[in-house]
């Protein structure tokens, strides 16, 4: 096996064709889309292979199959996705995204996913906030670990070549400017391993442990995000960070913990300490139309076959998360802050026992209430970043040649806030053009994927200056405490000038502490060395949200300025987009692309039918 002489001896060199950083939903379908191509392919995880964060997706994968509804297809799909994004998103994305959604679920069903079924024999869909039909196929509210369990056994199938438990530090370029490998190490040995490729694809998920409560595993600590600035990438709507209004508040150990939207989306519903239900009262005008005045207590949410009756609960999660946050802050919370979510009134035991099968043994086990006869406490909690890595729309080639970037990773297709269930189609939908866009460039271009060994040795004696300072420096877990409280105080749900100041004052002196941060011990498994690279890619992560909150002067979606309440519509036609050169951070505004016409019909249809569903528009090119 070829080696790379560094500071710290030999280390092994891995050569591919494309190699896939990321083993969840998008990393998976794009590693399975390039070695279907030809190409040598290595997936490389920073976990154990099926332990990606997306197993912990529960409600569904969001496809206009029509299966439950047959008004559906992808022109509504389409537009419920730009409302949901505040029309913020991507138009080409969210385009793309809604035509072939529906095969890239019939094609997991086709690889052996066992989808909750209709009378008929039909994968089932359920209602979702901010789908105007029941939407979403589903296996019971597991669905998650079903995709990572089908997309992994057709990955291994086909030969991908799997390295686990393996950090990637940093992305290497060739004399041209491309991305052409990557270093990293075992987490296990603490060893250090490169790899080199013609492609690069990025897909390690999100943010979330940069937020004190959040939804998300310990893997998610923005890496992906980081590697790409600091590769040169730009990235947007930072700002667009979404709150899950349901996620666990207590026990404080369990704390942020996901509470799916299914429960909702199965006719749970939301109680302040009064017994009301709340959301009635926070209805904006932008969904009203489609939303009914009452709501049947028998649970039929639907009218005579031709509009569709929205329960309040199934708004949009920004517009949830900020009327829970609401409640709270005026003295009507639950005893532990947040509010009640409901479902034992509304169904049977039968009902929620099978349909939420993992919603009934979490509650019953980590907090001792059984959701058949009680009420939940939840409230928001950090959940996922619409912001990301700025790609190609068709091809998620990001602005550094030979790398690619999909799903949590990636930015655009959600605009300001992301609808439920969008997100496991995304990762499929955009994982395999990912792949194929990697695979063609890595059959038809040359690339010089030779690694210059300044680089790697750089990188290697960067990682181990963490190691060789004494034990007087920053502790990495005392750093990572403070970010998270700076997070979450100052760049939370709600935001104000001043906070965000405060907060980019606080990054700028965290970033000084975590310059001196010090592990030492040795390589073997040393979790306080692993959090001081982590902090690396959370304090990047950190400092692009603050600045492009500050510049976003407006209410938009997940990104919510209490001193600009309102959306502005000059801004709708903005992306500020954030940069890393020279270790400084910008922002610049710069406009996003302009829908086309018989897209921008979609709405105008809409509104003249009084809300009803259109699907006159000719389709698009796939």
């Known amino acids: 096996m070829p080696s790379i002489s560094t500071s710290a001896g030999e280390i092994p060199l891995h050569e591919y064709d494309v190699i896939v950083i990321g083993a969840g939903g998008a990393g998976m379908r794009a590693a399975v889309e390039a070695i279907d191509k030809g190409c040598t392919t290595a997936l490389i995880c920073k976990s154990l292979l099926g332990k990606a964060h997306t197993v912990m997706a529960e409600g569904g994968v969001a496809a206009a199959l029509g299966n439950v509804w047959p008004q559906d297809n992808w022109q509504v799909h389409f537009r419920d996705t730009m409302r949901g994004g505040k029309m913020l998103n991507n138009w080409r994305m969210?385009?793309?995204?809604?035509?072939?959604?529906?095969?890239?679920?019939?094609?997991?069903?086709?690889?052996?996913?066992?989808?909750?079924?209709?009378?008929?024999?039909?994968?089932?869909?359920?209602?979702?906030?901010?789908?105007?039909?029941?939407?979403?196929?589903?296996?019971?509210?597991?669905?998650?670990?079903?995709?990572i369990r089908t997309t992994q056994q057709r990955a291994v199938a086909l030969g991908v070549d799997v390295y686990m438990e393996c950090k990637i530090v940093r992305l290497l370029k060739n004399a041209d400017g491309a991305v052409n490998g990557a270093v990293g190490f075992w987490r296990e040995s603490g060893d250090f391993v490169a790899f080199s490729a013609k492609s690069v694809v990025l897909a390690t998920g999100g943010v979330g442990k940069t937020w004190k409560f959040t939804s998300n595993s310990w893997e998610c600590t923005g890496d992906g995000q980081a590697l790409a600035l600091w590769a040169g990438a730009d990235a947007i709507e930072m700002e667009c960070v979404q709150f899950h209004p349901t996620g666990m508040v207590w026990p404080m150990s369990a704390r942020g913990l996901l509470v799916t939207e299914g429960v909702r989306g199965d006719g749970g519903v939301l109680k302040n300490s009064n017994g009301e239900r709340f959301m009635f009262d926070y209805i904006s005008p932008y969904f009203a139309a489609e939303t009914a005045d009452t709501i049947d207590e028998a649970d039929h949410w639907y009218d005579d076959k031709v509009n569709y009756r929205r329960p309040p609960e199934l708004l949009p999660r920004d517009e949830v998360a900020r009327a829970i946050n609401s409640e709270v802050k005026a003295g009507r919370g639950s005893p532990h802050g947040g509010v009640f979510l409901d479902i034992a009134s509304r169904r049977s035991a039968d009902f929620i026992k099978r349909r939420l099968p993992s919603m009934y043994h979490q509650f019953k086990q980590l907090a001792d209430v059984d959701i058949t006869t009680d009420p939940m406490e939840i409230g928001p909690t950090c959940h996922y970043i619409m912001g990301g890595v700025r790609v190609d729309a068709d091809t998620e080639q990001t602005a550094v040649p030979g790398l690619f970037a999909a799903g949590e990773v990636a930015g655009g297709m959600h605009g300001a806030n992301r609808l439920g269930g969008n997100s496991l189609s995304d990762l499929l939908v955009f994982g395999r053009r990912a792949g194929l866009a990697a695979a063609e460039r890595a059959k038809g271009t040359p690339v010089d994927t030779s690694l210059e060994a300044g680089q790697v040795n750089e990188v290697v004696t960067h990682a181990l200056s963490f190691l060789e300072r004494d034990g007087g420096g920053t502790q990495p877990y005392d750093l990572h405490h403070d970010l998270q409280e700076t997070m979450q105080a100052l760049v939370g749900i709600i935001r104000t000038e001043s906070e965000l100041l405060e907060a980019k004052e606080k990054l700028v002196e965290l970033g000084e502490r975590a310059k001196k941060a010090s592990a030492p011990g040795s390589r073997r498994f040393n979790p306080g060395w692993h959090m001081a690279l982590d902090l690396e890619s959370m304090l990047t992560v950190a400092n692009c949200t603050t600045i492009a909150a500050l510049a976003r002067k407006e209410s938009r979606g997940g990104h919510t300025r209490e001193d600009y309440p309102n959306p502005?519509?000059?801004?709708?036609?903005?992306?500020?987009v954030c940069r890393y050169r020279d270790g400084e951070y910008t922002v610049t505004p710069e406009a996003k692309p302009e829908m086309p016409s018989e897209l921008r019909q979609l709405f105008e249809e809409e509104e003249a039918s009084g809300g009803e569903a259109v699907a006159a528009t000719k389709e698009g090119d796939n």
Request: proline share 5%.
């Open 94 to 147: 969210a385009q793309i995204h809604a035509q072939e959604a529906p095969d890239r679920v019939l094609e997991l069903e086709a690889w052996g996913a066992l989808f909750d079924r209709t009378p008929d024999g039909r994968i089932l869909q359920r209602d979702f906030g901010g789908h105007r039909y029941a939407r979403l196929a589903h296996v019971g509210d597991r669905t998650g670990l079903e995709m």
């Open 568 to 576: 502005d519509p000059e801004l709708e036609k903005v992306n500020y």
